[in-house]
């Protein structure tokens, strides 16, 4: 089943991304002499801007038809000034928005991506198999799907996560249609990611069921990033010295083709790099080490409460009846202002150095920044820059800005409001009395921007909610309601999908036509009722050790559909005589009498002759045709334009 148009779309623009991304760019936008390699570096370490970004260097809007699959090369391409803009315009997580995702662990999420795409990326600098740089990129987004779930579907999602289920992936096909590897897979492509590398993503939780041929070049890629993912899971769990003491035991080490010591090299490297980046994103610590401490503003005395980065906090600052207000000063504590507006029972924080200010106002939120120091000779032009910024980002867009100018000059104040100021106001003009007269605008504006953003919220639950019923509703077009298998529009669906992907020859997709022998004679005999039982029991047995390749429809009355595209000739008649002696296995009963059961089977694989998708689904049923024509219970193969009947081993 394929992944809708609408749900990527709202992914690519929805993502979340971690705050210290936004405030690291922030501080480089103010260095005039940043270089690609310091912004790339900050672009790689988070998932969900690196997937806008290659979207974006890969789109038409670029005007070139060459892809890219490294951060490096989407920022040469698309321009460091725009990199800069999507990065600051993108990074800030919503805090006052209440829909995320409350049993998603976000920390965790992009630590490992984090760690996964360094180890993969050490692991390609040993191997050879894919350019490092790329497999940096898709390692740090071949798990964007679980991102996508918690952002489009919050409340479901965390729901499904508090479900524990035994098998994720199975519970998502169960309530979205598809998994998180899938959707991660179509979200790569979207992005613009090789399918050569992005392909064997999609199995790096189990390679062992993507039906690769195991020496293929493709395999081996799906076991780098299984390792890496395994290694990173590991060491987030129980740390690194455990790590890599327990990975000399796993078989994907032994079968991977480097040495323990190798790997264990590539891990301890990763890891000390890892750690850089975890300080960079502020995000906890590896292994519960702290972060080192930070410089920490002090607010004035009159402190009614200490605003917090968290969500709830920021919310409630909105509702309180006190401003939270920061101020930037050459002075700072000792400005005027200071205290008038602890006389104001106004919570203040004040900034003397630039780039602290901007490391702390994501965290803050507040209602207004007073930017003093205005229409100073070797000020103005900082301040002025200092405002596009913040006026650049969604949040900044909404917040009052407050210019104090020491001499009125008409000049610079233009310009400051061309810069994005709210308004401009003489430092000596402002008594007790005339700045809180001038805070009622600021007042008028908190309420106003905290309605709009109840308003939003609602909305957002509104549409997540729309979205969800329509995908239901969709899935639900495309499922049996009586034995929950997929229909037969699906198969069709995802049959004319797979044939354009196709690309594994050693590995063509395969379709086993299904039909219950004497189907009729069971309805006749034991009732409707009895029949749908049968259908439903056969059902189970058939979907039951599925890999993440092979799908299995109802597309008639009796009539079921096997695809594979991940099967060997050999492996698919093997799958088609387990499936044969399982449902001739089963005791089922109604109304104490038993009712034998048996199935018959067509098979067919693709081969030259098959020109279209339709032509493998007639050469099957015809091999089904013939089997039940031959005595039933049995299984009959469409191949070399014959149609052959295998003998059937006892049982």
């Known amino acids: 089943m394929s992944t809708p148009r609408t749900l990527l779309d709202n992914a690519a623009q929805k993502l979340p991304s971690p705050n210290g991304v936004a405030l690291a760019i922030m501080e480089l936008w103010d260095d005039e002499e940043v270089s690609i390699e310091q912004l790339s570096q900050l672009v790689k370490s988070d998932p969900a801007l690196s997937g806008r970004l290659l979207r974006l260097a890969n789109s038409a809007a670029t005007g070139t038809l060459t892809k890219v699959s490294s951060i490096s090369a989407a920022i040469v ?57 790329n497999l940096f990129s ?70 062992d069921v993507s039906g690769l041929a195991e020496k293929s070049h493709d395999y081996k890629l799906a076991q780098l990033f299984h390792l890496g993912y395994r290694l990173s899971d590991s060491v987030l769990r129980v740390g690194l010295q455990i790590t890599q003491k327990r990975m000399t035991t796993w078989p994907q080490v032994r079968r991977f083709g480097l040495t323990a010591d190798q790997i264990a090299e590539v891990l301890e490297e990763s890891a000390t790099e890892w750690e850089d980046w975890s300080q960079l994103l502020r995000l906890p610590a590896p292994e519960g080490r702290p972060p080192p401490s930070a410089t920490e503003s002090t607010p004035n005395p009159v402190e009614l409460r200490e605003p917090q980065p968290d969500r709830s906090t920021a919310t409630q600052a909105l509702l309180d009846s006190a401003l939270n207000v920061v101020l930037i000063s050459s002075a700072g504590e000792a400005h005027p202002l200071n205290d008038t507006l602890s006389e104001l029972n106004v919570v203040a ?13 994501l965290e803050l939120r507040p209602h207004l920044i007073i930017m003093d120091d205005y229409g100073r ?15 650049s980002t969604e949040w900044g867009r909404s917040i009052y800005i407050m210019a104090l100018f020491g001499d009125n000059e008409h000049h610079r104040i233009s310009e400051a409001f061309r810069s994005g100021i709210d308004a401009a106001y003489l430092l000596s003009e402002l008594s007790s009395q005339a700045l809180d007269a001038r805070l009622e605008a600021v007042r008028r504006a908190a309420d106003q921007h905290f309605i709009y953003q109840k308003d939003r919220v609602e909305l957002r639950r509104i549409a997540n909610q729309l979205a969800l019923s329509q995908r239901r509703a969709e899935v639900l077009s495309l499922t049996d309601e009586l ?23 050693e590995r063509p997709m395969s ?117 039940k024509t031959v005595g039933r219970n049995c299984i009959n193969v469409y191949r070399n334009q014959q149609i052959v009947a295998l003998p059937r081993p006892g049982g």
């Not at 965790?108 to 760690?115: A, G, H, K, T």
Request: with cysteine.
């Open 77 to 133: 391409k698309v321009g460091m000034k725009t990199v800069g803009q999507l990065a600051v315009a993108f990074s800030l997580i919503d805090q006052y928005l209440d829909d995320h995702c409350q049993s998603f662990d976000y920390n965790r999420f992009w630590l490992q991506c984090v760690l996964m795409a360094l180890i993969c990326r050490g692991l390609g600098q040993q191997t050879a198999l894919a350019p490092p740089d």
């Open 138 to 207: 898709c390692a740090l987004m071949m798990r964007i799907g679980l991102l996508a779930f918690a952002t489009i579907y919050p409340d479901e999602y965390s729901s499904l996560l508090d479900s524990e289920p035994e098998d994720l992936t199975v519970a998502e096909r169960d309530q979205f249609g598809f998994d998180h590897n899938e959707l991660s897979l179509e979200m790569l492509l979207d992005f613009g990611v090789a399918e050569d590398i992005a392909g064997p993503a999609r199995f790096h939780e189990r390679p």
């Open 349 to 361: 924080w004040v900034f003397e150095d630039q780039k602290e200010m901007l490391r702390r106002v």
């Open 377 to 391: 000779d070797d000020l103005h032009a900082k301040r002025d820059k200092l405002c596009r910024l913040i006026r």
């Open 483 to 505: 034995t929950e298998l997929p229909n037969r529009r699906s198969a069709l669906e995802d049959m004319a999908q797979a044939w354009q992907k196709e690309t594994h020859l």
């Open 511 to 627: 379709v086993i036509m299904i039909d219950i022998d004497h189907f009729k004679r069971i309805n006749d005999t034991f009732g409707h009722a009895a029949g749908d039982k049968v259908l439903v029991e056969v059902a189970a047995i058939l979907k039951q050790d599925l890999g993440q390749q092979e799908r299995v429809y109802r597309v008639g009355g009796e009539e079921f559909l096997y695809l594979s595209n991940s099967s060997s000739f050999k492996q698919l008649i093997l799958n088609a005589e387990r499936l044969r002696r399982r449902v001739a296995a089963l005791d089922i009963r109604f109304q104490n009498q038993p009712m034998p059961v048996t199935i018959s089977l067509g098979v067919a694989q693709r081969s030259e002759e098959h020109a279209r998708f339709d032509m493998l689904l007639v050469h099957a049923d015809q091999a089904l045709y013939a089997a």
